[in-house]
């Protein structure tokens, strides 16, 4: 009997077990509910019960915890008391926080509002103010009465589809002849349009005012479809309204409004109108289009305006001529200044004033905090130090979506980038806040803005410059959260290509319990996708248990994200290959041959001293090529092939650059940052530079035997300017994604008794190298990663090569880092203590150690087998590898170098395995012997 208890108990736990690991670590549901008062922690507990039997483990709070350091005691213990009730649920609470689209802070401190310009508005004095004085020239046919009844059109306007969804309407109209009668319909206009609209000329730094008269009747349709619109002619949204329509579709005669900026635009288009309209009719009357004065007069001492006069261009004194106000402008009537006695202005002369308003774009007509202001970073630091005492939350969501405003103000001007730097910038440094409060801490984000298929565009709304690039400039362990199913597909293949893991949000306020199901059977497909949430606007908690079961019983998550596979090409590799192989075809077909399933990056190394193109700063491989060496050999197959590439005007990293990219893997240059083959035991050796051969004063061991002497001494200037101007040269030169540091070709950079001491060298070549690739990666919209290749262990790294890779890391100088052996597989690398000194430092930073293709066994180098290869693969991922790095992979067949490949295709088979966790685990391993190389 007790076998029998115990025997059944194991069962139970089991089938628990398995139950979880088919469930998604993410099952959040979504609530802005606050918690103010005794009652709102009954609404909570009844919410916590039916998410727990929904099988829910998150709330995503959106309740207002980012302003908790300003709530009383009192609110604070009502918040207590609900994430108690969420803590004996099983649910964690998830804080949603610092939204800059929408405004975070602004209620607390006005100076933090995104300001826009407006230049050369007119004001008159009358008395004792200069108030607005705007005539605006005539717009002809705004009230419709001039129509042809027949065409169903009216002059001067366009209206889709006249007779089918547009008509002339004699019989209810609103005043005067004639209005429009428009009747949306999925079955007559595809997107469910139903619009009037008329482009029109305005004056650039301006603000109008577009009013319509309506009335609808039964008018069915998505939520918010029936809109007024403003868009620069050809150009982006600059303007938006819903217009909102009782339940049932009935609104009798009404005037709606909409206040827009010109910006830079002449000439503006106007639209009124159902998208996504489904059944009923509205009526359009009476258009009006008015220039409007300055309101929400920006009153930050570096946007404060400037009055001139328009006659003459004096520019008026500010307390002497004018008086500010002394209150914020509201959003509701047009600023009058007061003009003090003794002013210059006289009675009736006409002003223009130069300013600056709140900005205002988007549906909503939103308002977004200015990113370049510090003050707002001071409040996130303070507004995250409180929620760390209040929560203690191990996830954090950043409310990042929809930034409609941004980069118009002074201070966003000042910085001379575009949206993509202020907004990563600005997320950076939040991630950062997050990360001070509690390291281990996961950070989320609505994923928006950093998808060029949704939102990350040129000229998004009131946004002057382009997002894209953006999602080079993240901490990649930033989960981002695809919300919009339309274009889900497309970002989250989008994101998780470029490293991050996702997240799916999803009802919206649909009503459908399985409307949006295909979200599971996405997420299924995704490596690394951590969950879904439960998604309502309006409080709707009607199908919350439903819904969290369906998907649960669905839910077949994938455990980790796809596996790195790096693949680092010997610079001579492909220049060994048969003269006859030296053609953009055939290097294609080469590339191609690596580029296969598993691999995920291709890093190509074209200088290991010379180099394998025309370079301006080394020499070319191919110079001098014609002069013996001492053994007599007067050239190398990689010197002729390198320069009959040249000479058929083929540039092979551009191409393998460009071919990377077509084959979905990403391409890197490696750069060999001290290479000194054969430097003393073979004079006239063709890879050996003039440079590198007669600078003996730089070596660093001039009188030293051995090839570690020969090694440029990175403690003196000119070694490293030598170096620098290469690595400037291949960054600006090739439009790659990263470039590598290989500073384990060779080993040593700086004298072997003072590694330590002159560490700072090598720390401050870094952060050059760091600072030219954000400078070249700016201008190319997005951030050239940095990778090095450093020894097996951090602590030898700093000892006994002064490479002080973790304050790399934690300068944020570096994005990867690879620790490898100098020539042979090592399968002692401390990947384990590499991976916690640099997460600690800088989780963003990924650690992909290395595996060479020889292993020492019995005093002999032995090709590694795929059995070998699988023994030192699993061994790095039971230490927490996230991927591979394979450095001087030989080729077979055809791509054979010159006879130095082992007779089996070893790069064929890894490549075709992949070497992936479950790959090395399922098939056959051999161990290799621990023997540690250099240094």
């Not at 049932?248 to 827009?260: A, H, N, Q, R, S």
């Not at 570096?302 to 914020?328: E, H, M, N, W």
């Not at 003072?754 to 190319?780: I, M, N, P, S, W």
Request: with cysteine; hydrophobic share 35%; charged share 25%.
């Amino acid at each position: 009997m007790r076998k029998l208890f115990f025997a059944s108990l194991l069962a139970l736990s089991s089938s628990a077990v398995w139950a979880d690991a088919n469930l998604y670590q993410d099952r959040w549901f979504y609530c802005s509910h606050r918690i103010e008062k005794a009652a709102d922690v009954d609404f909570y507990a009844d919410l916590v019960a039916k998410a727990k039997r929904g099988g829910y483990n998150g709330l995503l709070f959106a309740g207002g915890l980012e302003g908790a350091f300003k709530w009383s005691e009192s609110r604070k213990d009502l918040f207590r008391k609900v994430k108690g009730l969420c803590e004996d649920a099983g649910i964690e609470v998830v804080p949603l926080v610092w939204t800059p689209g929408y405004g975070s802070f602004l209620w607390l401190e006005p100076d933090l509002f995104e300001y826009e310009p407006v230049k050369g508005i007119p004001y008159r004095r009358e008395g004792n103010r200069l108030v607005f004085d705007s005539v605006l020239p005539p717009i002809p046919n705004l009230d419709f009465e001039t129509f042809d009844v027949k065409k169903n059109r009216f002059a001067d306007w366009g209206a889709d589809q006249s007779g089918v969804v547009s008509f002339v309407e004699t019989n209810r109209v609103h005043g005067g002849r004639a209005c429009l009668r428009m009747e949306p319909s999925y079955e007559k206009n595809p997107h469910g349009h139903a619009r009037l609209m008329r482009t029109i000329e305005v004056t650039p730094g301006r603000r109008y005012r577009f009013s319509v008269t309506t009335r609808t009747e039964d008018l069915k349709g998505k939520s918010g479809c029936l809109r007024l619109q403003a868009y620069v002619a050809k150009g982006p949204n600059i303007g938006a309204k819903t217009v909102k329509v009782p339940a049932g579709g009935t609104l009798d005669w009404t005037v709606e409004t909409l206040d827009f900026p010109s910006g830079d635009a002449s000439h503006v288009t106007l639209y009124f109108g159902t998208w996504g309209g489904e059944g009923g009719t509205f009526w359009v009357d009476d258009v009006s289009v008015t220039e409007i004065g300055l309101r929400e007069l920006a009153m930050r001492k570096d946007c404060q305006p400037v009055l001139r006069s328009a006659a003459t261009g004096k520019i008026f004194t500010v307390g002497t001529d004018y008086l500010l106000p002394t209150k914020r402008p509201s959003v509701a009537r047009d600023v009058a200044f007061t003009v003090p006695v003794g002013s210059a202005i006289a009675d009736g002369e006409k002003i223009l004033v130069d300013g600056y308003v709140v900005a205002r774009h988007g549906p909503k007509m939103q308002c977004s905090n200015c990113m370049s202001n510090p003050r707002f970073y001071e409040l996130v630091e303070e507004s995250a130090a409180e929620i760390q005492r209040l929560v203690a939350p191990k996830k954090w969501f950043f409310s990042v979506d929809e930034v409609r405003n941004g980069n118009t103000c002074p201070l966003c001007t000042a910085r001379k980038t575009d949206m993509a730097h202020i907004l990563g910038d600005c997320v950076t440094k939040m991630y950062q806040t997050v990360k001070r409060q509690n390291p281990d801490a996961t950070v989320y984000a609505w994923a928006d803005m950093f998808s060029p298929h949704h939102n990350a565009k040129d000229s998004y709304f009131g946004c002057r410059g382009s997002f894209e690039g953006i999602w080079d400039l993240l901490p990649k362990d930033i989960v981002m959260n695809c919300w919009s199913w339309g274009l889900a597909p497309k970002d989250m293949q989008f994101l998780t290509e470029k490293g991050f893991r996702v997240q799916a949000a999803g009802y919206y306020d649909s009503h459908k319990v399985d409307g949006d199901i295909e979200w599971i059977d996405l997420l299924n497909t995704i490596p690394g996708a951590t969950g879904w949430m439960y998604t309502t606007w309006q409080g709707d908690f009607e199908h919350l248990e439903e819904y969290g079961r369906l998907r649960n019983a669905r839910s077949r998550p994938l455990a980790k994200a796809r596996p790195w596979l790096i693949v680092n090409e010997d610079n001579d590799h492909y220049f060994k290959c048969p003269s006859s192989l030296m053609n953009e075809t055939d290097l294609k077909a080469y590339i191609d041959y690596t580029c296969q399933g598993p691999v995920t990056h291709f890093f190509m190394c074209p200088s290991g001293q010379r180099a394998s193109f025309d370079s301006k700063t080394w020499e070319p491989i191919w110079k001098g090529m014609d002069e013996p060496d001492e053994k007599g050999a007067i050239s190398n197959r990689w010197c002729v092939n390198a320069k009959l590439l040249h000479d058929k005007g083929v540039d092979p990293y551009t191409v393998w650059t460009k071919r990377c990219r077509e084959r979905g893997v990403s391409p890197w240059i490696t750069v060999r940052m001290n290479d000194t083959h054969h430097m003393k035991t073979v004079p006239n050796y063709f890879r050996n530079t003039t440079f590198c051969k007669t600078r003996t004063d730089l070596w660093i061991r001039p009188e030293g035997a051995g090839w570690s002497n020969c090694s440029l001494d990175f403690a003196k200037k000119d070694a490293r300017d030598y170096t620098m101007a290469h690595i400037k040269e291949l960054a600006e030169r090739y439009d790659v994604d990263g470039i590598e540091l290989d500073w384990m070709r060779f080993c040593y950079h700086l004298r072997f008794d003072r590694a330590r001491e002159d560490a700072h060298y090598l720390t401050e070549f870094t952060r050059e190298v760091r600072q030219f690739l954000d400078k070249v990666g700016k201008a190319r919209g997005r951030r050239i990663l940095l990778g090095v290749r450093v020894c097996r262990d951090p602590d030898l790294a700093l000892e006994r090569q002064g490479m002080d890779v973790v304050a790399w890391a934690k300068g944020g100088l570096v994005d990867l880092v690879v620790p490898h052996s100098f020539y042979r597989a090592d399968a002692g690398i401390a990947v384990a203590k590499w991976i916690d000194r640099i997460r600690a430092a800088n989780p963003s930073v990924k650690v992909i150690p290395g595996i060479d293709y020889i292993h020492r066994k019995g005093g002999k180098d032995i090709p590694l087998s795929m059995a070998n290869f699988r023994w030192v693969a699993n061994k790095f991922y039971s230490e927490g590898a996230e991927g591979l790095y394979l450095f001087n992979l030989p080729y077979a067949g055809k791509y054979r170098s010159n006879g130095v490949s082992p007779n089996i295709d070893i790069a064929g088979e890894v490549f075709a395995e992949g070497l992936s966790p479950e790959s090395v685990r399922a098939n056959p391993r051999e161990p290799i012997d621990i023997v540690h190389d250099f240094p």
